[in-house]
């Protein structure tokens, strides 16, 4: 396979092992949709959510494609008073993805970043590479190497 995106040029260059896999669709799937076209469950596939809190900094939140973020859970992980959404015009300038294809690894900034607690029940989770249709297949600990993140519970009951 020739096409790289960042997220995996980046892996490569760290030496991280990771299986890409992608479905072939040029416009953004739910995550849901996403997981059933790779044929995984989706609890093993995370999507990437990024908010800002009323201080104004900003999070990166990774939780199962069939969960929803709780944002006073999200709060109290970032140790904010208040968390929300940010707009989906807002995405680009400030990760340098769009929605679909937003991924943890090589965001223009390294945010604060969670992840759901679950993702700590499989060897390997699945998530955004960068691009629409493209996903990674890699194990937490190798996430850990690129990305700084915490465990916590943040979806909704």
Known sequence: MDFKTNAMRILDQKKIEYISRTINSDEA???????????EDPARVFKTLVTV???KRNYVFMIPVAEELDLK???VAAKEKSIEMIKSKE??????????????????????TFIHLTAQDFDKII????????????????LR???NF???DIICK
Request: charged share 20%; proline share 3%; glycine share 14%.
């Open 127 to 142: 998530f955004s590479a960068g691009k629409i249709g493209w996903q990674i297949e890699t194990s937490a600990k190798n």
């Open 73 to 75: 859970k999200a709060a």
């Open 150 to 152: 915490e465990f916590a």
């Open 53 to 55: 809190g009323k201080s």
């Open 145 to 147: 190497t690129i990305v």
């Open 29 to 39: 799937v739910s995550g849901t949709e996403m997981a059933e076209r790779l044929g």
């Open 91 to 112: 995405l680009l300038p400030l990760t340098g993805y769009v929605h679909g294809g937003c991924s943890p690894i090589g965001m223009k900034k390294q945010f604060s």
